[in-house]
């Protein structure tokens, strides 16, 4: 059996265990979001947040000041009754022929008692290296992993009542850059399962917010119909 270790995964990896599929950068129709209605307070969330985010130097700050000060704030408003967002999550699952473990830098999710339960949303920090240059490997490998690994997960939650072709999002982050991904994994249970993407286009938390927490809150509202 093949492992796979989230840390270290490339494209080339994803390929020889599923049939990649990847769409392009484009609006979609589940980036279709305008009817989403922020609530009074959610708007004045965003108003200091962005005001506050207005006065810093994003790209210069290292990953965990953007983390506490731009990424975490925005993903906790799309928090409802037992949904919640965790930071560091551990994450595993098993395919007849591979398997994916690792740590998600963030998960929405059903929670109980401090662990998620059940991943609807998986994302991926992208993170500087010692120069400043981003990751050579870049995000996506690392992010279509957390989305197989997921939707596994997902689908052994009650493998009977679901379908065995799982809808699972996820997204990545440069700065207070967001891009979202939408998956489609299918023939979860064969050799050779299948990974269709489709990308959204890049938000930015400074000028974009309310569009990226209408996707947020859009992704809980599809997981939890």
Known sequence: MTQLTLSKISIADIKRVVQLKENGIRDYDWTQVETIVLTPREQERLGELE???DADPVHLLNESTIWSRAIYP????SEQDDIRVLAGVPIQATYPTFSI???ADGV???SVTG???VPYLVMVETKRGIEGRLEIQGPIAQLYGELLAAARLNWEDNR????DTQEIFGCYTIADSWTFVRALVGAIDSDRPTLHTENSREYTEKTHSAKILKTLKSI??????
């Not at 809980?220 to 119909?225: C, E, K, N, P, Y």
């Open 51 to 53: 005001k506050t985010l």
């Open 220 to 225: 809980v509202g599809r997981a939890i119909l």
């Open 101 to 103: 473990d690792g740590i």
């Open 115 to 117: 662990r998620i339960e």
């Open 108 to 110: 929405i999710g059903r």
């Open 74 to 77: 925005l993903l906790q408003l």
């Open 160 to 163: 009977e009542s679901v379908p």
